[in-house]
């Protein structure tokens, strides 16, 4: 799985062709005005070897018959391309993404579940390149990478002197992250780690584990609890997704606070188990938990 250059891409040769879940977690006051756009974008866009089955799993505080209806009518179309499938769950009760991911992991059935963000749209090839490097090295998950896709709409400063930056300012920050920082952090750590969005994994292996529902960033802690289990991850920053960035700077300096916050409860949640002989991990593996984490 290597880049290539336009026009000359690499066939991907494949073993099997396993069925896949593309699960959709979804917010939907915050997020309803994406998610039909999302499913649109990964049914028709997506590659994958076999059978996809993309499942939006959403709660809302309140119900919303316009939106719910319309993701209903389409969870009952049968016109999708090459025979894939839309299921639509509402979680009763739930009041997190958490609660979201545990409710859908329970009623996944396929082999290899594939989580995306709502605002995330995946390259083509995204998917067929997460599997391909799973198979080859046998992982446990293999996590993909993010770029911004609204490098117009975002704005820097305040009107009237505002400029639509801030998303290539972001957009240039995660390229450094996925394409080097990442790679250092491998280094330290011999492997990679779980990141949220864009992340193809074996659904027994994510389902040994529960979402903790009181984490603000469940990925982090996820990520941790695999880690101590010694599940094998690594980093394809070849496979990668467009995310909608914060369209202000007040909206990303929320966004950093909740993911610096989250981060760090996280770690201290679990900084005595990445010390604990309890977990069999190799030195190496301690030193780099306790480094990136």
């Known amino acids: 799985s290597v880049m290539a250059a336009p026009g000359h891409e690499p066939k991907l040769e494949l073993e099997r062709e ?104 995946p390259d083509s090839r995204s998917l067929m390149l997460l599997l391909d490097k799973m198979e080859q090295k046998q992982m446990d998950c293999v996590q993909g990478s993010y770029y911004m896709r609204n490098l117009r709409q975002n704005q820097l400063g305040c009107r009237p002197r505002a400029l639509p930056c801030l998303a290539r300012i972001i957009d240039a920050e995660f390229f450094l992250d996925w394409f080097f920082m990442k790679f250092v952090t491998r280094y330290f750590l011999g492997k990679g780690y779980f990141c949220g969005s864009n992340a193809l994994w074996r659904t027994a292996v994510l389902r040994s584990k529960l979402f903790d529902e009181s984490m603000m960033t469940e990925d982090v802690d996820m990520a941790i609890q695999q880690l101590l289990d010694g599940r094998r991850i690594d ?53 780099g938990m306790l480094w990136t984490f």
């Open 235 to 287: 980093f394809c920053a070849e496979s990668r997704s467009g995310e909608l960035a914060p369209i202000n700077l007040s909206a990303c300096w929320k966004q950093r606070l909740r993911w610096a916050i989250g981060w760090d409860v996280a770690s201290l949640a679990h900084w005595r188990n990445m010390l604990s002989t309890r977990f069999h991990l190799t030195p190496r593996e301690r030193c």
């Open 18 to 121: 396993p069925p896949i879940t593309a699960l959709i977690p979804c917010y939907l006051p915050n997020e309803q005005y994406v998610i039909e756009e999302t499913i649109m974008w990964i049914m028709d866009h997506l590659r994958a070897p076999g059978p996809l089955m993309v499942f939006v799993v959403y709660n809302t505080p309140h119900d919303m018959s316009d939106i719910e209806g319309r993701l209903q009518a389409l969870a009952k179309a049968t016109s999708w391309p090459d025979g894939r499938s839309l299921r639509v769950h509402r979680v009763e009760k739930s009041r997190s993404k958490a609660a979201n991911l545990n409710a859908a992991l329970r009623m996944i059935q396929d082999p290899l579940v594939a989580i995306y963000d709502a605002d995330h749209h």
